[in-house]
């Protein structure tokens, strides 16, 4: 409906393409947002070179899905932030998957914001 965004699971990257595959079999989806990871200067962080190939086998393998990269700068820290903020236990926290899951609702909801006010903030 795209009004605001929630965390689903997270998934290996091995299982990454069936899991979309299955996914978007039974939900309408326009299109899959990808966090793009910046450095402070706005620069593309070295971790795009692991992430291109990935997405580039995701894109060959559902060439009718639309892939969007967006700005993915300090969502981890936000993700930490509100999780403190929500009274979750220190061990709590320290599962990756749990912050991962958090910070790509937050990079969905931010990427759903931009769409609302500012087409242009999108980064493809």
Do not use: C, W
């Not at 899991?19 to 200067?41: C, K, M, Q, T, W």
């Not at 795009?48 to 995701?58: A, D, K, V």
């Not at 929500?86 to 990756?96: A, E, I, L, N, V």
């Amino acid at each position: 409906m795209r009004i605001i965004a929630k965390g689903l699971t997270t998934v290996p990257t091995s299982g990454l393409i069936d899991f979309i595959r299955n996914y978007i079999s039974g939900e309408p989806v326009d299109a899959v947002i990808v966090g793009l990871p910046r450095d402070v200067h706005g620069r593309e962080s070295d971790s795009m070179r692991y992430i291109r190939p990935g997405i580039g086998r995701l894109s060959a393998a559902l060439p009718e899905l639309r892939v969007i990269f967006f700005d993915e700068r300090f969502t981890s820290v936000i993700a930490h932030r509100s999780m403190i903020e929500s009274g979750m236990k220190k061990m709590q926290r320290r599962d990756k998957a749990a912050v991962d899951t958090m910070a790509a609702a937050i990079i969905l909801n931010d990427f759903l914001q931009s769409r609302q006010y500012a087409d242009q903030t999108i980064i493809q």
